[in-house]
């Protein structure tokens, strides 16, 4: 049975930081693009950074460009997003992506995403 746990849920100032862990079990975690998406009340799913199965290829969207990292550690399965500066509007519920599409990451889309994590909330207050 496959997992994506996230872990890191959090309440942070604007300006802080925070990371998030997404520990993977029941695929072959190095086979596999991660990503981290997110939803915020009312808006649709966004992604935020997205990774290549063997790390060396990162995606980010302007939005959070400069003030993520992604990275993933195969002895542990575990993904992370570090995320700093943070502002109120990254408020949102985070989760984890698992995909194995013969692609670039930079190409995926959601869809291509087979499994998911069930979501961590992140609040940022003003």
């Known amino acids: 049975q496959v997992q994506l746990v996230e872990s890191g849920r959090g309440l942070v100032e604007a300006g802080g930081s925070l990371r998030l862990s997404c520990t993977v079990s029941?695929?072959?975690?190095?086979?596999?693009?991660m990503a981290w998406f997110r939803q915020a009340p009312g808006k649709e799913r966004e992604v935020v950074a997205a990774?290549?199965?063997?790390?060396?290829?990162?995606y980010y969207p302007d939005s959070v460009k400069g003030r993520c990292t992604i990275s993933r550690d195969k002895t542990r399965n575990t993904l992370y997003l570090q995320m700093n500066t943070l502002k109120p509007e990254d408020t949102a519920v985070y989760y984890c992506?698992?995909?194995?599409?013969?692609?670039?990451?930079?190409?995926?889309?959601?869809?291509?995403?087979?499994?998911w994590g069930q979501g961590t909330q992140v609040t940022v207050s003003s």
């Open positions: 029941g695929l072959t975690f190095s086979n596999y693009a």
């Open positions: 992506a698992a995909g194995s599409k013969p692609k670039s990451v930079n190409d995926y889309t959601e869809r291509d995403y087979r499994y």
């Open positions: 990774i290549s199965p063997a790390g060396v290829i990162a």
